[in-house]
């Protein structure tokens, strides 16, 4: 009878062991998973956090967007003018990329403009005496912007005289868009707007080279 009883007594005593040891187990996982919860909330809401700063933008942006369109589009309008103005191979070629180059940057900034709910310039908008995008005095115009004289001129130019006419006349307006740039680069917020920003100034500033050069004047 008490080798019976000592029995019972281990077993229950085992039995007990196991339950305990079960249930600090389970604490263990909840705690762990607990743990593991709060972790994924924690990245979740940094991740988003990042997100809202990467997306968040300022008056600098909105001011160097609604700038840049307008002082792209006379770029452009410039470039054209080569293809059966200019007298040199390279002059063309140079034209033809800034075409290339400055024609998407102008939709992917007009698709900033109208995700901000402000207003996209148009070519009917471009005047002289009054342009956003940089700090300047009244009446000077972005840097780098050709009043219709200027243009009507190098409208009228031919040969190498157009050759000149426009390398001089780009070389001043990529100074002016560098300038603008770089004023992006320190005061906007928008990261894709400061990207660009970047972009602008490293291939403008050697295209600024590529023209000097063309003039002789590397």
Not at 21 to 34: F, R
Not at 44 to 59: L, W, Y
Not at 125 to 148: F, I, L, R, V, Y
Not at 166 to 177: R, S, V
């Amino acid at each position: 009878m008490r080798r019976t009883r000592t029995l019972t007594h281990r077993a229950a005593l085992t039995a007990a062991t196991v339950t305990a040891a079960l249930v600090l187990a389970a604490c263990g996982n909840d705690s762990s998973s607990d743990s593991g919860h709060t972790g994924g909330h924690g990245s979740a809401s940094s991740s988003t956090s990042a997100d809202a700063t990467a997306g968040a933008h300022n008056a600098q942006d909105v001011s160097f967007a609604q700038g840049m369109i307008p002082h792209h589009q006379q770029a452009i309008e410039m470039a054209e003018l080569a293809a059966d103005r200019a007298s040199s191979a390279g002059v063309k070629s140079l034209a033809s990329r800034i075409e290339e180059a400055q024609g998407p940057e102008i939709r992917t900034i007009g698709g900033w403009l109208t995700s901000w709910g402000e207003h996209v310039p148009t070519s009917s908008d471009s005047t002289t005496e009054s342009m956003p995008g940089m700090d300047h005095s009244a009446g000077s115009g972005m840097p780098g912007m050709k009043n219709g004289s200027d243009m009507d001129d190098l409208a009228k130019a031919s040969g190498t005289d157009f050759d000149t006419m426009f390398l001089t006349m780009m070389i001043d307006h990529h100074e002016g868009a560098v300038a603008m740039a770089i004023t992006e680069k320190g005061k906007g917020m928008y990261g894709p707007a400061t990207s660009m920003a970047d972009d602008i100034v490293t291939a403008q500033t050697a295209e600024i080279a590529e023209m000097n050069k063309l003039l002789g004047k590397s």
